[in-house]
């Protein structure tokens, strides 16, 4: 507070000597009255900042939907732990996300001021280490070799070019800029698989494959995020949310269009990571590692529950996880 004070003050001097050296003869040059006009609205716009009650609390929703969301996963790794097997669970949606909490924690550092941010990446990336950290211990050899070489390339070497480009070849505003669309970029990327999620439905008549909690919170977090991104003014938040809200709103009405039917599905879908990247696209890193895990309890208690006549069936299931891997 101390120090926004400060700034404040600083810039309403710069503002009086302006209009000290613009008077000519007496009279108000008119571009003192543009400039102080354009002063004001500055200031008023910079009164929405945390301590406005607006984004503050839309900042606030989205933290929690995003905690909520982070936690989500728990069932799936303690069922990991319990069996000492993953199972065929994939292992990039938790790569990804703790690449995405990386990037998003350091455009609100570089930007400042943005600590609703920093806390809940914050949280992401400490949660996303342990759900790493314990597929790598109970994941086969193939699994593990394979989440290691991601967690490199992504999360070390390419953060760490991200990192290095910004610093060396970007200073001030311009570096904000530039990391801020790659953070939208890097939203946008991801946008195939909630596409590849939606084109499953209609193929398949069926909503088996997207449970309609998730796309309500992803709907529900776009909106908080948007909000948030809005009274900020921060575009770099609100555009993948913009994309985000429309694909959670479309979910939404294919479920409700395909609810009642019950086809069954026997031919290999849509993997794992393609559910939870989906998510991705609500809010900065919260929602990306969700997708699977209500579908795949379903899955396991049809085939649990299903007995000779369905047997066909139960195994083309379990094969669709299988084929995550």
């Not at 939208?184 to 209609?202: D, E, K, N, Q, Y």
């Not at 559910?275 to 579908?295: F, H, R, Y």
Request: aromatic share 12%.
């Amino acid at each position: 507070n101390t120090h926004r004070a400060t700034e404040r003050e600083r810039k309403w001097n710069r503002v009086l000597v302006f209009l000290l050296l613009s008077k000519e003869g007496g009279r108000e040059s008119p571009c003192s009255s543009c400039f102080l006009s354009r002063a004001l609205l500055d200031e008023k716009m910079a009164g929405l900042s945390l301590q406005h009650p607006l984004p503050f609390a839309f900042g606030m929703l989205g933290n929690l939907i995003s905690f909520m969301v982070f936690l989500a996963p728990i069932p799936t790794f303690y069922r990991v732990y319990r069996k000492k097997s993953t199972e065929g669970f994939h292992s990039v949606p938790y790569v990804v996300a703790l690449f995405s909490c990386m990037l998003w924690i350091y455009y609100a550092f570089v930007k400042t001021n943005s600590m609703l941010l920093i806390t809940i990446n914050s949280f992401g990336l400490l949660i996303e280490t342990i759900y790493i950290t314990i597929y790598l211990i109970y994941a086969p050899r193939k699994a593990r070799i394979f989440c290691i070489q991601m967690f490199v390339l992504l999360d070390l070497v390419a953060f760490a070019a991200i990192v290095l480009t910004t610093q060396l070849l970007f200073k001030g505003s311009s570096r904000v800029t530039v990391l801020g669309w790659i953070c939208v970029g890097f939203s946008i990327s991801v946008f195939a698989a909630p596409l590849s999620v939606i084109r499953l439905v209609i193929r398949t008549k069926s909503v088996e494959f997207m449970p309609f909690y998730l796309s309500f919170f992803l709907t529900l977090s776009a909106i908080a995020w948007f909000g948030y991104g809005l009274f900020t003014k921060d575009i770099y938040v609100q555009l993948p949310n913009v994309l985000g809200f429309v694909f959670g709103i479309a979910q939404m009405l294919l479920y409700i269009i395909y609810k009642k039917k019950k086809n069954v599905v026997v031919e290999p879908t849509v993997p794992e990571h393609v559910l939870k990247i989906a998510e991705l696209l609500a809010t900065p890193a919260s929602e990306l590692q969700v997708g699977i895990e209500e579908t795949g309890r379903k899955k396991k208690a049809t085939a649990d529950g299903e007995g000779g006549g369905n047997g066909k069936a139960a195994a083309a299931e379990e094969g669709i996880e299988i084929d995550a891997v």
